[in-house]
């Protein structure tokens, strides 16, 4: 049965607030413990990780760290491998040059700075190189538990598909989804969304004959729903 819709949306989004937290409350009912799909056992791992998962795909990454890790997973063992060295373990990984050239600068900084270890702050991630606002989210929320939002091209197009935080740019759908997201929910909010990008409302065929949001969903070309059929 749907949720009551109210016409008064909730500002920021199409959806109303009954909707929100119906819309979340689904998806934690799929999927009660989610999680990232790439493969880390450190905090310190989990950073290396996202840095070289820029438009790379999880699988890959995971490919390659599956060989690194075993022999380098703290910044000294890195550093230890020097950038030629530790582009033998990610040349597989699309823009693998550039992604050594800021795992090393990374791992010396972590050192210098850190004391080999991965800071808690939003200010002192995004001072390490290739960590950018998205890729500090992901570390804060996976890693240290923290309820930000890292919103990648699945997230920005299910929260505009869906009308759950429309946006014209990534940070505009962050800052809506940060604030709209009820807090039971904010934790897990993040892979939510994700996992449903990625593999139910995909960028070329989203499958909505199997959306478990369809009848929540404000896009105007949706298919129909499997119930419909």
């Given at each position: 049965m749907s949720p009551s819709r109210s016409p008064r949306a909730a500002r920021?989004?199409?959806?109303?607030?009954?909707?929100?937290?119906?819309?979340?409350?689904r998806l934690r009912d799929l999927n009660p413990h989610p999680t990232t799909e790439l493969e880390y056992a450190t905090p310190f791992e989990l950073l290396v990780a996202v840095v070289l998962s820029a438009?790379?795909?999880?699988?890959?990454?995971?490919?390659?760290?599956?060989?690194?890790?075993?022999?380098?997973?703290?910044?000294?063992?890195?550093?230890?491998?020097?950038e030629d060295g530790l582009k033998g373990y990610i040349n597989t990984i699309g823009l693998f040059n550039a992604k050594a050239a800021n795992v090393i600068a990374?791992?010396?900084?972590?050192l210098?700075?850190?004391?080999?270890?991965?800071?808690?702050?939003?200010?002192?991630?995004?001072a390490l190189p290739g960590v950018g606002r998205k890729t500090a989210n992901v570390v804060l929320n996976t890693a240290f538990g923290e309820p930000t939002i890292a919103v990648d091209t699945h997230i920005f197009r299910v929260a505009n598909r869906t009308g759950l935080a429309p946006g014209k740019d990534v940070r505009t759908v962050e800052d809506k989804l940060v604030k709209l997201v009820p807090s039971e929910f904010a934790r897990d909010a993040h892979h939510w969304l994700i996992l449903h990008g990625r593999y139910v409302c995909k960028a070329r065929k989203p499958d909505c004959l199997h959306c478990p949001l369809h009848d929540l969903c404000r896009w105007p070309d949706k298919g129909p729903p499997n119930w419909a059929n």
């Open positions: 920021g989004s199409k959806l109303t607030l009954a909707e929100i937290t119906e819309l979340f409350s438009q790379a795909t999880d699988v890959g990454v995971n490919k390659a760290t599956r060989k690194l890790f075993p022999i380098a997973n703290t910044p000294a063992a890195i550093l230890a491998l020097g990374l791992c010396r900084l972590l210098e700075r850190h004391g080999g270890d991965v800071p808690r702050s939003r200010e002192e991630l995004e």
